[in-house]
Each structure stands twice: as structure tokens, then as C-alpha cells.
């Protein structure tokens, strides 16, 4: 039996009595009910995006990770775009709406924050898992008190009726799916008219293209990890329930001081690869917004959940480790790719001595959301230096729709 509690404990946040007492009794029970068992690691992640949008979204995607277009799923309300890598990698399911005025939970979630609803379908939704025997873990999660949505409200709302869907969550705002698949087997997603669209193909084949000219195609890795923005107050309740709803483990988190934030890592208790399986980190402010005006400590973490609601801040990338034409690979790819008029929201930060090199992208103009850019040196496991989250973090901050925001709402 897989044991969840066995794992190295890293970082120097301080936790509360409360987490790390039910941290032990979530996993011994998750454990011990078959749940980790049962629950394998990341199949797909589904971002939805505006009418119009997923065409460049490709091309865009295309250039700055290994991702390929496969087919697009066409159903009534939305056309969804499969990118795959290989089956060793999770999908990207990009869901493009059809119609501008189109309403769903997804669409109000964006609708109450002030930047959130100037894109009103961009969001990231969440993560489908594997799991060997879907119905036994979705009543063994709705026995827990996990809320799904019906089969009928699948269809409702245009979504695979082969994927189990749980209601969002109400720190993350995320969604978690449950599929099956045969050992060796392909995803495959029931969903709608399988086709391939030649407008989508052309915009990935430029997007590959242009990445092959630049000489990045067989540097940039898939996704390393996946953070999610919260609320100060939910950081400890998001750790947990994302611990209950999956099969991943606490690695541990890192207080950044020097920008009120710290960063929560949670991995793959099977320890496969990041490549498989990437990491879900869940970034939070040390002190609610409501406090600020005593200390006037920075808060880039929080307004951007006030800005935006909980939801995925960035994906992050591998960079493979190595120097090309006397760079760092990660310099190599980040001046090719901003050479294509793509913005960077700072140089590259960290060092060879430092274990890890880091950027993050602007903000894409289709989804909102950032690209980050890693290349570990060597054999270094961590996640972050220290300095380097502080200066990402502070650089997430200065992002365009952060600081309009920020202005408006003084
Ligand atoms: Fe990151």
C-alpha cells in the first residue's frame, strides 16, 4: 500500500496545530480507504478562453512549449482543442466558447472580480486525474462530502461525459475530474464531433515552425508545476482539500517574507517525474489584505486574488539543463522567444550556484495567464531559491492587469 506520510519534509513556513494535525489524519484516511491507490496522476488540464481566441492561444502555445495540436472536439456550445505531447505527459484541453454571451458557474466566477470579468470565459478550470476505478472514487469522495456535478449538468454545461467533475472548489476555485484508461492505453475524451480544423493546424504548425527556426524545439520541456493563486485565510484549507481530492503528497512550503507570500508545494506520491505528473504549488498571502494598512507590507499575492478570484496563476515549463551558443538554455529560449515580440515581466533570475533559473512570461493576451520558464542545474530537486520567488513575485505583481487594477481600486 502507498504510503502518503513517509515523504521528507522541505520549506520553513509555519503551519498551524490545526494543519498539521489534519494534514496526518487526510492522508492516513486517504491512505487507508484506497483513494491514493486508486487516484493516479495528472491527465489533463482544461483552459477555457473567449470566442476567437483559441486559434492564436495554439500558435502561442505552440512556440513556447512542446505541446502539438491533435484534433479539435466539436460540440454544441464549444469548440475544444486536444494539444497532447506524448501519453507520458498530461493534455491540454483548450475550450473555446462559441458563442460571446454564452452563461455558466465558470463565467460568474470570472464575472464578480474586477479584472476577472473583462475576459469573462478565460480560466484556467482545473485538472482531470486518472483514476482506476472512477465511480468507486467519486462515491467515495461525494461520501466525504466532495460535491460533483450531476451527469445531466455535464451535458449542460458541454463537458467529456466520460471525465467526473467535481463542483469548483471554494478556495481555488478549480475543478478536479476523475477518467479512466486502460493501462498503455490512449485518452480518449467522449465528447462531441472529432475533426481537425485547418485553421488550428496552421496556426500550430506556424507556432512550430518559427520554434524550430529559433533553434528551442528541444529545449523547452513539459510542464514542471501548476500554481494556484488563494486567499491568505484558505491556504491551509486548499492544501488539504486538493491532498483529499488527489493522490499527491505535502512536500512542504516556503515563507517569502519580503513579499508577504509564501509558496506551498504538494507532488505525485508515486514520484513520477514532474513531466508526468507536474506539481501543484499554491501561492498565498501571509496576512489578509484587510491588515495591510497597519504594516503597508507588499501584497502582490493578494491582489491578484482580488483582481482576478482564487484560480491558476501560472504554468510553469522545464527548461532542459544545458548551455547553447554560451547561454544557459533558459537565456537561449527566453531571447528567441522574446526577439518574437513575446514580454517577459523580468530577466531571468537564480543562478547555476543557486541550483535553478526562472522568468515568467507576460500575462497571454488569450487566456491571461503566465508562462514560467525553469532550467535546474545539475541534479537539483528544489522548486525555487528563495530570492528568486521573492523577485517573481514581485514582477507578478507589476503585471499590467494587477497594477490597472490596483490603481483603480485606490
Ligand atoms: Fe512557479
Redesign the pocket.
Known sequence: MLNSRLFPRFGDKQNSEFFETYLQRVLEERDRSGLTEMIGGIEALIINVEPGNSIEYVAELSLMTPYHYLVTLDSPKHLTHVLRIDMNSPDILLREVKDADYHDIFRSLNDIYPIGARRHHSRYMGEILLASHRHEVVALQQAREFRFFPVGQLAELDLPINVSLSKPSPYTQNVVGYMERPADGIRVYQHGECTILSAVQAAYERGKEMQTRLGIDDLILPI??L?TRVYSQNREAALLEYLSLSSYYYWGSYDIKDQNSS?NVTKNVRQALESASPAK?F?ANNLPYCVNHLDGLPSPTETFVRNYGPRL??M?LAVRDGQRKGKEHIDFVVDAIAAQGKGFLLDTVGSREEGLK?I?SQASEFSSLII?C?QRFGDFQG??ARDN?AL?TFAAGLEEGVQNSSLQMN
Request: overall charge negative; glycine content about 0%.
Open positions: 514542471d508545476h500554481a509558496t504549488v501561492t496563476h501560472h510553469a526562472q515568467f514560467e525553469v522548486f525555487f520567488v517573481l
